[in-house]
């Protein structure tokens, strides 16, 4: 994904710090606004992993930093449920106005609950999921129970949440009090997805289970099996990233008007992009998204084919191809055809075809299976036919690659 990083004034004139992420392509079928969790910031792990799936599903993601969190201006002992709702509204405004309204409302526990009342003012947004949300604001006033009786009579008390301290008002719990959430729910008028882990210490799943019972259809559930509150493990965050572009796929339309998509520059036909995290890479092809990245044991993260996996893989498929098209040109009973495919080094003195008996060089062991009642002549052809499907050509003759830099305007 392409990222950006901005910043936009709320109803109060403070800056809040963004960061917009956008399909490699630069062309987003969507735009989705997402919440983070009570104290949690924008660069939480897990949403920028949940941004990433997103966004290789062409779903465009902004995600902000509320009112005194982050890298945002404020003091957060003056904001509350009210004004995170407010920081929201806000936010989808920003979009409407620089880029394209949201369709697509995210939350992450506190945030999943600002989402849903933040939903009646953002007239745009036409899906909505809560990931291990309260069904009651109110919830989270069990992380300042120590503190309670204080704030309650000294008007305030710094506490300790996540490691880090924060000064609390009793204008906060006054604020979470005053909230009516089941009739906000009932009232939705979105497409909701309530995500959950049954196991959530922090969250109970009990309240996936009163917004859910709120809630009117279309609604549907996600059960975040093995899962804690926070998503830290990676597959987790991935894996709801992907069933939410999955599932807002039925509710957000496809690609944005011509007129609104962003312009990509050039005429490369694949571009490839590699952050500063590990080696995940993205690719897009064409109007297609692909991963590639190096095992664990290398320093990836392993959520996607290896660049050499990826040759078998463009080998494969070509010599797929090449022989499916030949049979059905001639209306030979081919039914399937498999490729099994190997790269590895060999000495060249153990090459029988190789100029050189220096060094090493590289060999593809490339099996062929033909599925269907082909003669053993048919057979012998196709196998003929493989070695002139194009890129085994490419490879076998070889080829000149040329280099050059470009500048980020550019890009």
Request: charged share 25%; net charge negative.
């Amino acid at each position: 994904m392409k990222s950006t990083k901005l910043t936009f004034p709320n109803r109060n004139g403070l800056a809040l710090a963004a960061q917009l992420d956008l399909p490699l392509h630069n062309k987003a079928r969507a735009y989705a606004l997402f919440a983070h969790c009570f104290t949690c910031t924008k660069n939480l792990r897990a949403v920028g992993n949940i941004a990433r799936a997103l966004t290789q599903d062409g779903i465009a993601v902004l995600r902000f930093d509320f009112t005194g969190l982050g890298d945002s201006d404020g003091d957060f002992a003056d904001t509350n449920f009210t004004s995170n709702v407010a920081d929201l509204v806000d936010a989808a405004d920003f979009l409407k106005s620089q880029f394209v309204a949201p369709t697509l409302l995210i939350g992450h526990s506190l945030g999943g609950a600002a989402v849903l009342q933040a939903a009646a003012e953002i007239p745009s947004a036409t899906a909505v999921v809560t990931i291990g949300a309260p069904a009651d604001p109110a919830h989270v006033t069990h992380l300042l129970d120590s503190s309670r009786t204080e704030i309650e009579r000294e008007g305030k008390a710094v506490v300790k949440l996540a490691g880090r301290s924060f000064t609390v008002k009793k204008q906060f719990l006054d604020d979470l009090e005053a909230v009516n959430m089941q009739e906000t729910i009932r009232n939705l008028g979105r497409a909701l997805l309530v995500c959950h882990a049954p196991l959530d210490n922090t969250v109970g799943i009990d309240n996936a289970r009163d917004i859910y019972q709120a809630a009117r259809h279309p609604k549907s559930f996600l059960s975040l099996d093995g899962a804690d509150h926070l998503l830290s493990r990676q597959e987790d965050s991935l894996y709801v990233g992907r069933a939410i572009a999955t599932w807002a796929g039925r509710y957000i339309g496809t690609l944005l008007p011509e007129a609104d998509r962003p312009i990509i520059t050039g005429d490369a036909r694949v571009v490839v992009h590699t952050g500063r995290e590990h080696y995940t890479t993205e690719i897009v092809a064409g109007e297609h998204g692909l991963l590639a990245d190096e095992p664990v044991a290398v320093g990836g993260a392993d959520l996607g084919p290896t660049p050499y996996d990826l040759l078998l893989a463009s080998l494969g498929s070509c010599t797929s191809i090449t022989l499916r098209m030949y049979a059905d040109r001639k209306e030979w009973p081919l039914e399937a055809i498999r490729v099994y495919l190997k790269h590895d080094r060999i000495h060249a003195q153990d090459c029988d075809h190789c100029e050189s008996k220096e060094g090493t060089v590289d060999r593809i062991r490339r099996e062929i299976e033909l599925v269907g009642p082909l003669s053993a002549e048919q057979r012998q052809r196709l196998l003929e036919i493989a070695d002139k499907c194009p890129v085994h050509r490419t490879l076998h003759q070889g080829i000149m690659v040329q280099s050059s830099l470009r500048t980020e305007s550019e890009a």
